[in-house]
């Protein structure tokens, strides 16, 4: 038969209490630790499971998180709406629209499984704790309360550098890349348009410039041709007349020009017989005696008709008066003529070179 064990000694009376004074001798002066809670903020780990936040936005109502959920703490109440098609042509589709997102906490044991199999991330860890409530029944919190801790989830860790970037993070940022290259493209477009309406803007004042100098130039050369006219028609300035366009007076003094002659008496004298005249003048070398008359139908030299106390051609007559006025200096003989009124008495006869005299008139 084996031997007995040796029984253990007994402790010293009084060996317990001596420990515990020890290790209240050790702390005794080293400094405190306690968190001064509520005035400051305790530091807790970014993974610390104190609240669940929603994300309403994600949330399809697939009421997955319901259904998992070991302590049914989860109310999911929805509805669905029709949603016109996105092209025309296209099938209408109908989606699900929350109404009620609720989770009672009283309930809750915290184990995250509805986080985890939520196939659209609407379910986050917050650190948030102080949500302690006097009644049990107001720990049941709705949609509202769960979206405002939803803003207190701190961010994800960053992923490794060679790490898959997100399929959702990727579709964003191909949606935002597209919708940047389209508003870039009508930007430029809109650049395009305003640079081709600032040219033809321009083209459009070039040309108006041009037809204003191409009319400004026309009406230069009309106003030059205008006084080039009225230059050449105006007569050349006499003395004691004022040039053309000269502002100066013409002298009070100045004689009356040779034309304005006075008329002669009725019974004036005719010219002296000797008087030598042009042999191609169309008047005779004596002028016809006061008195007497052409015999009737002699005509005229250059137009053959018969004269009937008028000379209507052959002569001009001027600066005489109508009735019984002499018409002395014709312009062609310088020959004056007698006695040439209205009534024909005296009035001179005008055979051409070359040609008697009619009859009853005998050359003095």
């Not at 898959?164 to 389209?182: G, I």
């Not at 007076?249 to 004298?269: F, G, H, I, V, Y």
């Not at 001009?316 to 003529?337: L, Q």
Request: proline share 12%; with cysteine; glycine share 8%.
């Amino acid at each position: 038969m084996a031997a007995a064990a040796a029984p253990s000694p007994r402790p010293f009376p009084g060996s317990g209490l001596a420990k515990g004074l020890a290790v209240t001798l050790r702390t005794m002066m080293k400094k405190n630790v306690t968190a001064r809670y509520p005035d400051v903020q305790p530091d807790l780990p970014p993974r610390s499971r104190g609240v669940i936040g929603l994300f309403e936005e994600n949330c399809t109502v697939c009421m997955l998180c319901a259904r998992e959920c070991p302590d049914w703490c989860v109310y999911i109440d929805s509805h669905k709406e029709t949603v016109p098609p996105a092209a025309p042509g296209g099938r209408e589709r109908s989606r699900n629209v929350l109404d009620r997102f609720a989770i009672d906490f009283s309930l809750c044991m915290y184990c995250g499984i509805c986080i985890e199999v939520c196939p659209f991330d609407a379910l986050f860890w917050s650190p948030e704790f102080e949500y302690a409530e006097t009644d049990i029944r107001d720990l049941t919190h709705e949609r509202d309360k769960l979206r405002d801790w939803m803003w207190t989830v701190p961010e994800p860790p960053a992923l490794d550098a060679g790490a898959e970037e997100p399929k959702e993070l990727a579709a964003a940022r191909k949606t935002a890349d597209k919708l940047a290259a389209q508003q870039a493209a009508e930007a430029q477009a809109a650049r395009d348009q305003a640079a081709e309406a600032e040219a033809e803007a321009a083209v459009a004042a070039a040309a108006a410039a041009e037809q204003a100098a191409r009319e400004r130039h026309t009406a230069e050369a009309q106003r030059a041709a205008r006084e080039q006219r009225t230059a050449g028609a105006q007569p050349p300035a006499e003395s004691g007349e004022p040039a053309p366009g000269s502002d100066e007076p013409a002298p009070e003094n100045s004689e009356p020009l040779p034309e304005s002659s006075e008329p002669a008496p009725e019974n004036s004298q005719p010219a002296p017989e000797n008087s030598e005249q042009d042999p191609k003048s169309r008047t005779p070398k004596t002028a016809p005696q006061s008195g007497q008359t052409p015999e009737p139908g002699t005509r005229t030299p250059e137009t053959g008709a018969p004269e009937t106390g008028t000379a209507e051609t052959g002569t001009a007559e001027t600066g005489t008066p109508e009735v019984g006025a002499p018409e002395t200096g014709t312009p062609e003989t310088g020959a004056p003529e007698t006695g040439a009124g209205e009534t024909g008495k005296g009035k001179a006869h005008h055979p051409s070179p070359g040609q008697a005299p009619p009859s009853g008139e005998g050359q003095q």
